[in-house]
């Protein structure tokens, strides 16, 4: 008989990975609505997977997201159609640029040049994603909380800073990186 107890630790492993990292979202989540925050695109989760059998370990769509993003707006502003700015929240699982990359929680806010009316058709989930790691280059973010700034073509900034995905390893440190949204959301 073939021993499977390797594979299926590694199995459950990735799957406890990614319910930690959904149970932290959602985290955020109420956090943030207590703000008067609320996420953009209701229950669901930004990703990009695959179902294609010609995808490859390196692509950027494969069957085990790189990455889970959610962004968040003030309610009172999503009604009016006058949101300028929101808060975009990254875990990025790997990159198919990076092998040893760890996995990492990303938080940002994003300014617009001017006020953005189609909101949710307009902001794509891999936005966060591409100016961190295929913009800016993984190699030159400063990391482990460090305040990185990248002003893209359509004059949208980016505010954003990283870490370890383990360091968040209680309630606490959720909370301190809410308190940090905001006070770079209300400061810029």
Partial sequence: MVDNTAIIT????????????????????????????????????????SKSINQSMVDYRTFFPQYISRQYALENEIDKNVVKKILFVNIQFFHGDYIDLPPTFISSVMIFPTFNKNLKASIDNWWL?????????WEKVIKNGGINENIDDDKIRTIYWCYDLLSFNKQSVINKEVDKLLELYYAN
């Fill in 10 to 49: 590694s199995i459950n492993n990735v799957r406890h990975t990614i319910n930690n990292a959904i149970l932290m979202l959602r985290d955020l989540d109420t956090a943030l609505s207590k703000k008067g925050f609320k996420p953009l695109n209701g229950n669901w989760l930004g990703a990009e997977t």
């Fill in 129 to 137: 994603k591409y100016i961190v790691y295929e913009e800016t280059k």
